[in-house]
């Protein structure tokens, strides 16, 4: 906005009648020119004007067009922005019911008591809810109100003097409801106040004015339907006990915000705007001087705000952040979390500024309801200097491309994801459904034999009774067409691939009956068949990974976001993310439990798809695995230490120290913790309550609640082992690493980090993990406790196959490990840097560069533990428990491993 003069506000006809009918007015106006205008000044200026006699209605009539001139005269100046204007006429509306409650319950009270609550004994109040716009606080400045008028509990009024005449509860707030809309919107001589729209209420018009707590309850989870949801979103308690807004809000979540990812809701809120546009198409045609809607029309306002909503309605009851009743508020969350690219969202909050700011300037032509550009040509140059366009043509210009970016943005979110799941094909040609809904297991072994599956029969039977199983049939029958449909679209995936199919279909059709109960699922797979084409190549992929989403479908949601299945994991910003949704719940330690887990679930799907999409080396994935496993150690950290009720100390002087293939940082996906937990307090308490927290966090870990558990933990290798205290002070570990340790774990030692907890302790633990490390060793003693140890383990795990293990047959991976641990051993006295935690490709690379082995064996080594560890992924992503392979596909690997085994050991 450029900056206007004064006079550029009388471009409203509204504001130039007002001014002219009391010459006065410009001086109330200027006076107030330079203010945001919030609740003190309101209550001020409506003091003037009842100190002059005047009765409340008529002086918050008064109010309301003085406020309403000095906002169209601030907005049109560029005194004011948007946000300006729709928080103060809002902040007003509240205000006014407000003001007319507190006194028409005092003059009904006077008049029939106090109602009191038949239960409680306590007196009663009305809660009036703002909805639509005004519970966002983004009302118009000439907009109706919408309210819902709700009371905790039925009784009857305490009458205190015999003129009083008693009353019920719901008498009582239905006649103080009744007088509530007469003073707020009778059109009198000023004017009103704001119009009122009651008709959100339960059962809308036809339901009584004002509803207890307990009707809105049944109703809401009886006969509530999708599109009151949706409503609901923006319901903001404007009056009422704090005790009882708690109380209305814990009905109304569980009927707006599902606890699971609902996709139903997007075809709700298709059809819900569909049957808009329908109405407003019809209008248009009959009036043509109404097009242009900037509110309903398409690319409009409430395209923009479903948007923001459908979002909500899906995930919010999994993320409260997403509960925001702003539109904009809204925006700018999804684009903080990705789920709307931040320059979409940049475009949409753009778009909706100008939308909403033409809107406005529609409105202060007359004060009027409306949200068409006008029919005749001088207002619409009017409307478009209130704009600041210098023609009606740049204005019309700059709506038309606001509404195509909107219009573009809808149909992506709720247009064009149903192309490729409703029976077409790539080229959008209709495409005959390979199964129908009564075929025979004859005909389905007939279709698949036409597609080239080899094992067509025993599949077909199996499909067969997966179509017609009781489970299946039992469905209700959109569920039913939705799953025939997933059928339909999956079989011709997994036809189309060359490895796998019957097993991929076998997997297929075990995940579907798991979520065939789950219209939410059936729904996100129908309307985002990208999505089903993943869940499609992880089935094809990998076993392990059918299984995991069979067992965790909430993950789906997780296959939507193609930006996260790309980019690179950020886990700074991740920590920060889990130490904020813990926090924000803190106490509920059943919901922070799960909530660990769904995080942890989400990013390990996310790792998943990109490894299966070939993004990710063996090293790279393994290197992300254990970044976030330290993340969600540190995090349970965190949380299990505020559940301890005689904590000394803000934050724990404790650490967890990682072994194996944590502290390698070679984690898989489903590996085991090893851990270590050490502390340095001297509080006289710290070793119980360390213990404590050691035990807690144990069990946060390797509970199993509905989300799963978080990892399994294995704290064995601690001193002493298993007879050893679940937790140590760094000096006894100290104390014990340098005098009792045995060789095995000063080899389990070279494999050790720091993990989680106070840095200082995990300073310290890399001090004395190098001093040990470092010591001088004699060589032929080392070299036969390590050669007995790799006996015993090979003894341990014996291979009757023909078969080559990867992992504990010579040449394998056992081996090379053994290796590297013995020259970290023999030669970190010399060579400190051998100590470095960097991996055992690295150390063998090191090793060879110094010339502790040769150095071409090295690489080729390194070479080879690579593969065997890529090997060994590709089968565990198979489901198999032993990873072995034909023993031909690595002869010159285990040739070159068991050469340099002799070397290092002299064998």
Known sequence: MTNRSLTDARDSRFVQRWLNADPARLQQVESLAGLSLSTPDFTRLLQNETAAGMALPRAMRRVRNLVLAVLIQRDLTGAADLDEVMTTISGFADFVVRTHQQALHAELVAAHGEPIGEESGTPQELMVLGMGKLGGHELNVSSDIDLIFVYNEDGDTRADADSQRQLSNHEF??????????????????????????????????????????????????????????????????????????????????????????????????????????????????????????????GGIREIEFLAQVFQLIRGGRDPDLRDRSTRGTLATLARKNLLAPAVVDGLLDSYTFLRNLEHR???????????????????????????????????????????????????????????????????????????????????????????????????????????????????????????????????????????????????????EAIARRAAYLSLLTEYPKALARVVRMMNASDWAAKYLTRHPLLLDELLDTHSLEAEPDWSAFAIECRRQLDAIPGDTERQMDM?????????????????????????????????????????????????????????????????????????????????????????????????????????????????????????????????????????????????????????????????????????????????????????????????????????????????????????MIDIEFMVQYLVLLHAARYPELTADIGNIALLKLCGELGLIDRALAVDVADAYRKFRRMQHQIRLQGADRARVEKVKVEAETGQVLALFRAVFKT
């Open 173 to 298: 707030f239905v006649r103080l409801g009744k007088r509530l809309i007469a003073d707020i919107s009778a059109i009198a001589e000023d004017g009103y106040s704001f119009r009122v729209d009651m008709a959100l209420r339960p059962n809308g018009n036809s339901g009584p004015l004002v509803a207890s707590m307990n009707m809105v309850e049944q109703y809401l989870m009886v006969q509530g339907r999708e599109w009151e949801r949706y409503a609901w979103v923006k319901a903001r308690a404007v009056t009422g006990r704090p005790e009882d807004i708690a109380l209305l809000d814990s009905v109304v979540r569980p009927f707006v915000y599902r606890r699971y990812l609902d996709y139903g809701a997007i075809h709700a809120l298709r059809d819900m705007h569909a049957q808009i546009r329908a109405e407003v198409t019809r209008q248009e045609s009959r009036h043509p001087e109404r097009s242009n809607n900037v509110k309903l029309g398409r």
């Open 362 to 512: 529609l409105q202060y032509l007359d004060d009027a309801q409306t949200h068409n550009l006008p029919a005749s040509p001088d207002d619409v140059a009017l409307v478009a200097r209130m704009m600041d366009y210098d023609t009606p043509a740049a204005l019309l210009d700059a709506l038309a491309r606001h509404r195509h970016f909107v219009a573009t943005q809808f149909d992506e979110m709720f247009s064009e994801k149903t192309g490729s799941s409703s029976g077409e094909n790539q080229d959008g040609a209709a495409r005959a459904p390979l199964l129908g809904e009564h075929d025979s297991e004859e005909a389905i072994a007939a279709q698949l034999e036409r597609l080239g599956f080899d094992d067509a029969q025993s599949t077909a039977r199996r499909l067969f009774g997966s179509i017609n199983s009781p489970r299946v049939q039992a469905l209700p029958a959109a569920s039913h067409a939705k799953l025939l449909t997933l059928l339909n679209n999956a079989l011709a995936m997994v036809a189309a691939m060359e490895l796998n199919r019957a097993a991929t279909l076998s997997r297929l059709l075990d995940f579907f």
């Open 596 to 812: 660990l887990r769904e995080l942890h679930h989400a990013q390990l799907l996310r790792l998943l798809a990109q490894d299966l999409e070939g993004q990710l080396t063996v090293e790279r994935l393994a290197d992300h695995l254990s970044a976030l496993a330290d993340v969600l150690v540190g995090a349970t950290l965190h949380a299990v230490w505020q559940t301890l009720p005689n904590r000394h100390r803000e934050v724990p002087r404790f650490g967890v120290i990682a072994y194996g293939k944590l502290g390698g940082k070679e984690l898989g996906y489903a590996s085991d913790l090893d851990v270590v937990f050490v502390y340095q307090d001297e509080h006289p308490d710290a070793p119980m309550l360390y213990a404590k927290l050691a035990q807690r966090f144990i069990t946060w870990m390797t509970t199993h609640t509905p989300a799963g558990v978080l990892f399994d933990i294995d704290i064995a290798l601690r001193p002493d082992g298993a007879s050893g205290l679940m937790v140590t002070s760094i000096d006894s570990f100290e104390k014990y690493q340098k005098g009792s340790a045995w060789v095995w774990e000063h080899q389990a030692l070279t494999r050790a980090r720091f993990c989680s907890g106070d840095a200082e302790i995990g300073a310290r633990f890399e001090e004395v993990r190098t001093a040990v490390l470092r010591q001088p060793r004699e060589e032929a003693s080392l070299r036969d406790e390590i050669l007995s140890m790799r006996q015993k383990m090979h003894e341990a795990h014996p291979n009757r196959s023909a078969q080559f293990d990867l992992k504990h047959d010579a040449g394998g």
